[in-house]
């Protein structure tokens, strides 16, 4: 098992471009979650998926945060536009519903300039 | 207000000396316990987990956590602390009755002694 796969694992952006984090869930799960790290506030659930279906967004600081997941094996993270606050590392977890096995990707680390 | 409390944020110990981290929750039922370790520019490995049943709960790498419900807490343990658990050790909640939202506490940051 290839674990859950992020991409890209460094991004640095200049302010105000979109940027698109990927995440890739391991067979199987279908529940997969959104997380932001930062030395201030630690990790934070920014949003998270029960068969592809969004359950809870309420972390997701503003609009400029989306998050889409088209099929079982796929989900974005997109920021548009993007400012030097949203630097942080995202990272993206997968889960067999109801069972509470969550695995972690290495994440993405983001740099807004 | 519903949290998970670690009110350590740096603990140093020695090579070869016992290790107990701190982990409090404010729930109104008991929620389901984690430990996860996050190493320097990796992502998070679980520990163990409590969802029910014996209270002393064994995980990998020779940790082991004890529930207590009567403090509301689940502290981590290792016996014999190796310099290679130099690392952060986050608890998380999952709150009772809920769908799966993992909540993590602030994190407590280990070095280790040679």
């Known amino acids: 098992d290839a674990g859950v796969i992020q991409s890209p694992r460094h991004e640095v952006t200049e302010m105000g471009q979109e940027v698109t984090l990927r995440c890739k869930p391991i067979?199987?799960?279908?529940?997969l979650f959104w997380y932001r790290q930062t030395m201030m506030r630690g990790l934070e659930l920014l949003i998270y998926f029960n068969n592809n279906v969004p359950i809870d967004d309420s972390g997701m600081p503003e609009d400029r945060f989306s998050a889409k997941m088209p099929n079982a094996s796929f989900s974005t993270l997109k920021i548009q536009p993007s400012e030097p606050r949203d630097s942080a590392v995202y990272f993206c977890?997968?889960?067999?519903?109801?069972?509470?096995?969550?695995?972690f990707g290495s994440g993405t680390r983001l740099t807004v300039v | 207000a519903q949290s998970v409390t670690q009110p350590d944020i740096h603990i140093t110990v020695s090579e070869g000396a016992s290790l107990e981290l701190r982990c409090n929750y404010s729930?109104?039922?008991?929620?389901?316990l984690f430990w996860y370790v996050q190493s320097p520019g990796q992502g998070l490995q679980l520990l163990l987990k409590?969802?029910?049943?014996?209270?002393l709960v064994q995980g990998i790498k020779g940790f082991e956590a004890e529930f207590k419900r009567s403090q509301s807490s689940f502290n981590l343990r290792k016996p014999s602390v190796h310099w290679s658990d130099a690392a952060e050790y986050f608890c998380a909640v999952v709150p009772s009755g809920n769908t799966g939202k993992l909540i993590f506490g602030q994190g407590t940051t280990l070095q280790v002694k040679p």
């Open positions: 977890a997968s889960s067999p519903q109801g069972t509470w096995g969550y695995t």
């Open positions: 729930y109104g039922a008991t929620p389901y």
């Open positions: 067979s199987g799960h279908n529940s």
């Open positions: 409590y969802f029910s049943g014996d209270t």
